[in-house]
């Protein structure tokens, strides 16, 4: 774990305090680390946000769509594009 040197306080309104209550229970870690955790996650989610290439990837990486679910999905395109064109 990193040395943790710098301090910094913040004011929440009450929800905002209970979410991170919560989360730190959950994840039975500090609620400095469930900020630290979200800064991360909202940085990456920025930088991915700008990258459309490491999005494909990630997504990939998360295992991406299998045949049948490519094929359930080019299925219900098709159904949509005759209902939307009124050809059912």
Do not use: C
């Not at 929440?12 to 900020?35: C, G, H, M, N, Y």
């Not at 991915?48 to 290439?53: F, R």
């Not at 999905?73 to 059912?88: N, V």
């Amino acid at each position: 774990m990193a040395n943790m040197t710098e301090r910094t306080t913040f004011t929440f309104d009450k929800e905002t305090r209970r979410r991170l209550q919560t989360l730190a229970a959950r994840w039975q870690v500090s609620q400095a680390e469930v900020v630290r955790r979200a800064v991360a996650r909202a940085e990456e989610a920025e930088r991915m946000a700008s990258d459309p290439v490491a999005q494909l990837l990630a997504f990939h990486e998360q295992g991406g769509l299998d045949a049948a679910q490519v094929h359930d999905y080019l299925e219900q395109l098709h159904e949509d594009r005759i209902h939307w064109r009124g050809e059912s």
